[in-house]
C-alpha cells in the first residue's frame, strides 16, 4: 500500500455562508438546530435587503425634472469621470463572492482527515483508479451537496448584487469624493458575511457560531490535478476581466450620451414675472437646445419673441448659467472658442457673459433644470424668473398634456389642441375679450377703451410668448384706425 495525498484547493475565502453546508438537523434539539441553520441565512437577508434598499433609492427620481435612465446626470466634470473608470478597474477586484461563487458551482468539499489516503500502489492502472476512486468515495462528503450548492448560490448572488449597486453609484456620481464614500459603503455591505464569520470564529455571536465556524475549518475543496488548479486561476482572471470589460462599457455608453447631450433638456420654458425691468419680460417663451455646446453645456435659444439665448458663462469665475439677446452675425466673424459645435445660422449665440439680461446663482452644474428660480438682474436684484425644463412623456399619450393636446416626441413639450394653451394645456381659451381695470385711467384719458378683443390670424387666435394677444380701435385726433398691442403680463387672460 501506497500513501498518496490527494491534490485540494484551499477553501474560498471563509464567509459565513460556508457554515451552511455545515449545520444540522438534530430532532432532539431542534432549538440548536434552528440557530445553526439560521444564523448564516439571516446574515444573508440582511445583506440582500440593504442592497435591495439601496438600489429603490438610487433608482428613485427624487422629484428630478430631469428623469435619465438610472438617472444618471445631464454630465459630469472630467475628474469625475478619470474616477468613474477608476471605481469601475477598482470594483472588478472587489467582485471576489461573485467570480469565487462561479468557479466553485458543481464543485464538492472535502474533509481535510481524508486527504492522505492509502491507495494500491500496485496492479494494473485500472486497479489504481478504482482504489483511488474508493478513496475519493469515503473522502467526498456525502451529507451535505444540497447544502453547499446553496451557500454557494448565495455567494453568488449577494455578489452579483454588490457588482450591479457599485456600477449604479458609480453612473449616477456627481463629485469624485461623493463617488468614492458611496463606493466604500456598497464595499462595506458587501463584507459584512466575512465579518460575521471573523466574528464568530472569536465568539462574539455566541457558541453555535463558533462552533459551526471551527467546523467549516475542516473542509478543503477537491481538485484531481494540477492542471485543473491551472485551469481555475485562468478561469478566475478571464472572469475578473470579463466583469470590468462590461462595466467598462456600460459606463462608456453613459459618458457617450452625456457628451451628445442625451440626457439634458431638449426644450425649456423661462417665465419672467412683473418686474421693473420691462425689457427683461421679453425674455419669457420657449426655448429650443441646439446642438452645440458653450463651455461644455446645452445651449438654448427662444423660439418666440426677439431673439434670445441661454448658455453657461465661465469666465472671470462668474459661473453662471446666463439669458443674454442673439446678436446678428456679422460675414467673416470669428467663432467663438468655447463652442464645441458652430452654427450657420445668421443669428446666433455669441459670448454668454457679455449682455447679460438674467443669470443664475454661481454654480457648476450641467443641468440647467437645478437653476429653478434662484435668476436674478445684471443689476444683481432678485427676479421673479423660472426656468423649468418641458419633460412630457409621450407614452402617456397626452396625460402630462392634460388630455388636450400631444408630448412632441424629441423637444418633450405639450401641442396643445386648438382652444388650449399653458405649459401643459390646463388654460382653455383664450377668453374672446379682455376688460381692462380701472387703474389704467390714463390709456382712458387718451381715447382707449376699457374692453380688448382677441387678435386672429387666419382664424387662429395670436399668441406672443405662449399668450394671448388683445387689440382694439381706437379713435384719436392725432391717430384713426390703428391698433394698440398690449403684451405687459397684467394683461393677458387665463381662462380655466
Not at 492502472?125 to 473522502?139: E, G, I, K, P, T
Not at 456525502?142 to 448560490?153: G, L
Not at 461623493?178 to 470564529?201: C, I
Not at 383664450?430 to 387703474?439: I, K, N, Q, R, Y
Amino acid at each position: 500500500m501506497l500513501i498518496v495525498s490527494i491534490p485540494y484547493h484551499i477553501l474560498p475565502h471563509l464567509s459565513h455562508y460556508q457554515v451552511l453546508f455545515v449545520a444540522k438537523w438534530d430532532k432532539a434539539n431542534i432549538s440548536r438546530s434552528l440557530k445553526e441553520y439560521c444564523f448564516p441565512i439571516a446574515v444573508f437577508g440582511i445583506q440582500i435587503l440593504i442592497m435591495i434598499l439601496i438600489m429603490i433609492n438610487l433608482l428613485q427620481d427624487n422629484n428630478r425634472q430631469i428623469i435619465t435612465t438610472m438617472n444618471v446626470p445631464v454630465d459630469v466634470p472630467i475628474t469625475v469621470k478619470i474616477s468613474q473608470y477608476i471605481a469601475c478597474m477598482v470594483g472588478v477586484f472587489t467582485a471576489g463572492d461573485l467570480v469565487t461563487g462561479a468557479i466553485y458551482v458543481g464543485r464538492r468539499p472535502i474533509k481535510k482527515r481524508y486527504l492522505d489516503q492509502e491507495i494500491a500502489a500496485s496492479g494494473s492502472r485500472v486497479a489504481r483508479r478504482s482504489s483511488f476512486m474508493r478513496a475519493m468515495s469515503v473522502a467526498l462528503d456525502k451529507e451535505h451537496p444540497w447544502k453547499w450548492e446553496i451557500s454557494n448560490s448565495m455567494r453568488i448572488v449577494e455578489g452579483a448584487l454588490v457588482v450591479v449597486v457599485s456600477f449604479i453609484f458609480i453612473c449616477q456620481a456627481y463629485s469624485a469624493i461623493d463617488l468614492w464614500l458611496d463606493f466604500a459603503a456598497v464595499q462595506f455591505v458587501g463584507l459584512l458575511d466575512d465579518t460575521a464569520f471573523m466574528l464568530s470564529q472569536n465568539g462574539f455571536l455566541g457558541q453555535t457560531a463558533k462552533q459551526l465556524s471551527q467546523r467549516v475549518l475542516k473542509y478543503e475543496i477537491f481538485s484531481e490535478n494540477q492542471k485543473k488548479k491551472k485551469r481555475v486561476r485562468r478561469l478566475r482572471l478571464a472572469l475578473f476581466i470579463v466583469i470590468g470589460l462590461f462595466m467598462w462599457a456600460g459606463l462608456s455608453y453613459f459618458v457617450f450620451n452625456q457628451a451628445n447631450l442625451t440626457y439634458a433638456c431638449r426644450s425649456i420654458t423661462v417665465t419672467v414675472g412683473e418686474t421693473r425691468h420691462q425689457y427683461a419680460r421679453h425674455f419669457s417663451g420657449h426655448y429650443d437646445i441646439q446642438d452645440f455646446k458653450i463651455n461644455g453645456r446645452a445651449v438654448y435659444v427662444q423660439v418666440q419673441g426677439r431673439g434670445a439665448f441661454l448658455a453657461y458663462c465661465s469666465r472671470d469665475g462668474i459661473n453662471r448659467w446666463t439669458i443674454s439677446p442673439l446678436e446678428q452675425a456679422q460675414p467673416g466673424s470669428p467663432v467663438p472658442e468655447t463652442w464645441t459645435k458652430p452654427s450657420n445660422e445668421k443669428e446666433i449665440p455669441q459670448d454668454p457673459c457679455g449682455k447679460i439680461v438674467l443669470q443664475s446663482q454661481r454654480t457648476k452644474t450641467h443641468d440647467v433644470s437645478e437653476i429653478g428660480d434662484s435668476m436674478k438682474f445684471w443689476t444683481m436684484d432678485d427676479a421673479d424668473a423660472d426656468i423649468k425644463c418641458n419633460m412630457c412623456d409621450v407614452s402617456r399619450k397626452g396625460g402630462d398634456c392634460s388630455f388636450r393636446g400631444e408630448c412632441h416626441p424629441e423637444k418633450r413639450f405639450c401641442q396643445c389642441s386648438q382652444g388650449f394653451f399653458g405649459d401643459s394645456c390646463q388654460f382653455s381659451g383664450p377668453c374672446t375679450e379682455l376688460v381692462g381695470h380701472d387703474e389704467l385711467h390714463g390709456l382712458y384719458n387718451r381715447g382707449y377703451q376699457k374692453e380688448w378683443d382677441l387678435m386672429y390670424l387666419g382664424g387662429d387666435a395670436v399668441m406672443v410668448y405662449d399668450r394671448p394677444v388683445y387689440v382694439q380701435n381706437v379713435s384719436m385726433q392725432y391717430q384713426r384706425g390703428t391698433f394698440l398691442i398690449i403684451t405687459s403680463l397684467t394683461m393677458f387672460c387665463y381662462l380655466l
